[in-house]
């Protein structure tokens, strides 16, 4: 198979667009950095274009399908749980959109390929700033709360907890000798949220806070 001018430009316009994408990445410390980003690219416009030369005049999207597959087994290993949350969700979605961009570019989508790429560099670089916006009516954190004995302050805590307007997404609770413990994945505003950690502080009944 001869190496032709139009393949090389192929993959340096996936060196271009995936570089752009890894590098906000690798600005914001994620595990799919500058490079790993531009391999995916380039990967998946190699596989294209592998994937038309190979199939001819039969079909050429069984290469090429299989890249969808591969591509979302690798966004897997960057998904993490931490802490009761699960992170890596947008990596993962960038990997997976990446190898897209690839294959437009390997089948001689430029308009797309590009278009496409434009559009995830200003959501990943001006949406961060709607979600700033939306965090100050919405935030969530984990509490884990301690306390001796009662067992009924369970349901005192979620009756303190839904008159400051919060909502429990999930609560878990737990025994550690005379200790329960009480831990709850709390949504809410963040004049909310304080005014739950005071009235936590200031019950006597209450031995750690953690949030």
Not at 13 to 34: N, S, T, V
Not at 97 to 116: E, H, P, R, V, W
Request: hydrophobic content about 50%; some cysteine.
């Amino acid at each position: 198979m001869d190496l032709y001018l139009d393949d090389v430009i192929k993959l340096l316009l996936a060196i271009l667009l995936g570089g752009m994408i890894g590098f906000e990445r690798e600005f914001r410390d994620k595990a799919a950095g500058f490079r790993t980003i531009i391999f995916i690219c380039v990967g998946a416009t190699l596989f294209t274009i592998f994937s038309i030369r190979i199939a001819g005049d039969k079909d050429p999207g069984r290469i090429a399908a299989n890249i969808v597959t591969g591509v979302g087994f690798l966004g897997a290993g960057v998904v993490l749980r931490n802490e009761g949350r699960i992170v890596g969700l947008t990596t993962a979605s960038i990997v997976w959109l990446t190898a897209a961009i690839g294959m437009g570019i390997g089948s001689n989508q430029y308009a797309l390929a590009f278009t496409t790429a434009l559009f995830m560099f200003l959501i990943l670089w001006v949406f961060p700033y709607i979600e700033r916006i939306i965090n100050n009516f919405r935030e969530e954190r984990i509490y884990e709360i301690t306390w001796v004995g009662r067992p009924g302050k369970f349901e005192e805590l979620d009756i303190l907890i839904h008159k400051l307007n919060l909502y429990i997404r999930s609560k878990k609770r737990n025994k550690s000798g005379n200790d329960l413990i009480y831990i709850l994945d709390i949504v809410g505003s963040p004049r909310n949220h304080n005014l739950l950690v005071n009235s936590l502080i200031a019950d006597q009944d209450i031995q750690k806070i953690i949030s």
